[in-house]
Structures are given as C-alpha cells and as structure tokens.
C-alpha cells in the first residue's frame, strides 16, 4: 500500500502570507502526527491527531501554527502570517496507536 | 535545552568494519529509545527500537544499546554497507508510545568502499 503522501513537497511564499500543508496519511491510521525539521535539527513534534481530534498540540509554536483533520484521515498544517523563522522542512507521519511512526517525505517550506 | 544529543555529527566508516553511532539524553522520564534512517529528500524510516526494561536489542546487522544508569544509548552497524550512508536520528519518548517522540540532531554516516 502507500505510504504516507505530502503535497506540496515544496513551497515557496512570502514573509506575512498564508499558508497550508497537506498529508495523506496511511489507510486506517488513527494517529496522525506533523514535525518540523529546521536546518541542522532534528524532527521536532508539532501536534499529534487521535482521530479527529487533536490529542496534544504542546509543539505548536505560536497561535500562527493550527493544524486540523476534519474526517479522521487528511490533515491540513495552517501557517498564517509566514516568518522567515518558519522555513524548514515540514514532516507528516501516521501509525496505528502505539506503533512505529511511519513518516511522509515532506514538505520544504521557505519563507523569503 | 536538548533533552536527547548526538555529539557527533558525522562518521565516515570503510565497507564491512563497526559502525557506532552514539546518543546520550538528560530526561531520566524516557521509557523507550527508537531510531531512524533518513536518505535525502526522503522522510525518516524506523531502523529499529528499545525499551528501558533492555538493555539490548539486535535486528539482523542493528543493534541498540541502552545504559540507563549513563543515560547513553548506541546503534551498531556490523558489517557497514554502502547503503546504510544516511543521516541516522537517535529519539526517546516518555511511556511505551510515541505520540511525542524526541529527536537528536541526527548523525551523518558515510560508509566508503
């Protein structure tokens, strides 16, 4: 089957606009997570989906940052007013509660 | 403050020797350490996992060490191929899930012929 899918993989806005992130997680995972990856870090947890609701979103920087999934499955990352402070590779992973993360290849987001 | 470290942020190894790579954390809360490979323009894939009750485990040509009493883990390669050069990511979480993992900075492997 597929694997987990992340659209744009690139992106490339202006400083103060708005933008949004899409993932396609794996059929039939409950659990739905966003990272984001800054140049020279490591994966850094954002939000995490049980379903449709959002279990814990303790890594969501600012009030700018929401991220929702209506229908238990896709899931929309929302960045208003974009800082330059906000590029950085934006990761997606899915996994059967208590399983292994299974992440998505990306979304590199640069904020000029 | 960064709860999970990777002090080295490259290793270069020659074809069929040990790779090591290290991970220390500060947290003495994290119940289970995971880590990942990551190819470029690639998300990260599990390599392989252990939990605090272990003090090894070994999948094939992985294993992961655990000393909590040092708060230090390691991932052995034997024998390094070619195709194990990848970043690798040393991550721990609180609890046996990993709803919220805590990722190291990751360390560059290269494996040379």
């Known amino acids: 089957g597929a694997g987990v899918s992340q659209t744009p993989s690139n992106k490339v806005t202006e400083k103060g606009k708005y933008v949004e992130l899409r993932c396609d997680p794996i059929?039939?995972?409950?659990?739905l997570y966003w990272y984001r990856q800054s140049l020279g870090q490591g994966p850094e947890f954002l939000i995490y989906?049980?379903?449709?609701?959002?279990?814990?979103d303790s890594g969501l920087p600012n009030d700018r940052f929401f991220a929702v999934r209506p229908e238990g499955s896709v899931s929309t990352l929302k960045i208003q007013r974009t800082e330059r402070g906000d590029s950085a590779v934006y990761l997606c992973?899915?996994?059967?509660?208590?399983?292994?993360?299974?992440f998505g290849p990306g979304t590199r987001l640069t904020v000029l | 403050d960064q709860q999970v470290k990777q002090n080295s942020p490259s290793l270069s190894v020659q074809e069929g020797r040990i790779s090591i790579l290290n991970c220390d954390y500060t947290?003495?809360?994290?119940?289970?350490f995971l880590w990942y490979k990551k190819y470029p323009a690639e998300g990260p894939t599990f390599l392989i996992s252990?939990?605090?009750?272990?003090d090894k485990n070994e999948d094939g040509r992985f294993t992961v060490f655990l000393n909590k009493s040092a708060k230090h883990l390691s991932l052995h390669i034997v024998p390094s191929q070619p195709g194990d050069s990848a970043v690798y990511f040393c991550?721990?979480?609180?609890?046996?899930?990993?709803?919220?993992?805590?990722f190291g900075t990751g360390t560059r492997l290269q494996v040379f012929p």
């Open positions: 992973a899915s996994s059967l509660t208590g399983d292994r993360l299974n």
């Open positions: 059929s039939g995972h409950t659990a």
């Open positions: 989906f049980q379903g449709t609701g959002a279990a814990d």
């Open positions: 947290n003495s809360m994290f119940d289970y």
């Open positions: 252990i939990s605090s009750i272990k």
């Open positions: 991550a721990a979480s609180e609890g046996y899930n990993t709803d919220k993992l805590i």
